[in-house]
């Protein structure tokens, strides 16, 4: 069984600040990992993935995340951020045998101005 | 159409009511998801088509749920005897030929309230 844990509920960052948002994983073989974004009353939003290769994935909006086998995590990171980027934030993974995306709880990301 | 189109936006029913949601995909994407996402929660899976055939419909909760996908398109959810456990947000996703690697691609979803 594939599964995500996202240990944050809520992230507070001011605008300008680094924000980070933390997701483990667990999954038989190699993962396949994604982060999506939701606003309020919208469908969930592609951010980026992680298939193979480069650790560092960089992806929409000026998001980046780094995948570490070792610690079976894949951060989303964002150097600089804005009151914009205030939504909620879903980690994935699929399993390489599997076509299913088993989701995290979410991490609600607040940046204030 | 340019993305996933789910109806109705807003659906309120009485317990024991019958229910369909619809999901148009992506032209041309041959995949097809139907999660569930209560409030607080990330979308749990239901169901994935590749084209007409469910191949795995392993998150489906009971029987009362059943979703069909006749012509490899547009899906249709489907919940006889709705309960309030079933009030969620009903969201269908499409991806490129089941792709392993590929995004989801997301609807707005369908919000169903079960008085």
């Known amino acids: 069984a594939q599964s995500v844990a996202q240990p944050e509920d809520q992230v507070n960052v001011a605008e300008g600040n680094p924000l980070t948002v933390k997701c483990t994983y667990s999954v038989s073989g190699n993962p396949y990992l994604f982060w999506y974004v939701q606003y309020p009353n919208r469908g969930l939003q592609f951010l980026l993935k992680?298939?193979?290769?480069?650790?560092l994935v960089k992806g929409s909006y000026g998001f980046e995340a780094e995948f570490n086998k070792s610690q079976t995590s894949f951060h989303l990171k964002k150097p600089s951020a804005l009151v914009s980027d205030s939504a909620l934030y879903f980690c994935?993974?699929?399993?390489?045998?599997?076509?299913?995306?088993?989701f995290g709880a979410g991490t609600t990301v607040t940046v204030r101005a | 159409g340019a993305g996933v189109s789910q109806t109705p936006s807003n659906k309120v029913t009485e317990k024991g009511k019958y229910v369909e949601l619809r999901c148009d995909p992506i032209s041309g994407h041959t995949a097809l998801y139907w999660y569930r996402q209560s409030l607080g929660q990330g979308p749990e899976f239901l169901i994935y088509?590749?084209?007409?055939?469910?191949?795995?419909d392993s998150g489906l909760p009971n029987d009362r749920f059943f979703a069909v996908r006749p012509e490899g398109s547009v899906s249709t959810l489907k919940i006889q005897r709705t309960e309030r456990g079933d009030s969620a947000v009903y969201l269908c996703?499409?991806?490129?030929?089941?792709?392993?690697?590929?995004?989801?691609?997301f609807g707005e979803g369908s919000r169903l309230t079960v008085l």
């Open positions: 994935a993974v699929r399993a390489p045998n599997d076509y299913k995306l088993s």
């Open positions: 088509f590749q084209g007409t055939g469910a191949a795995d």
């Open positions: 996703a499409s991806s490129k030929d089941g792709e392993r690697t590929g995004e989801l691609f």
């Open positions: 992680y298939i193979t290769g480069d650790n």
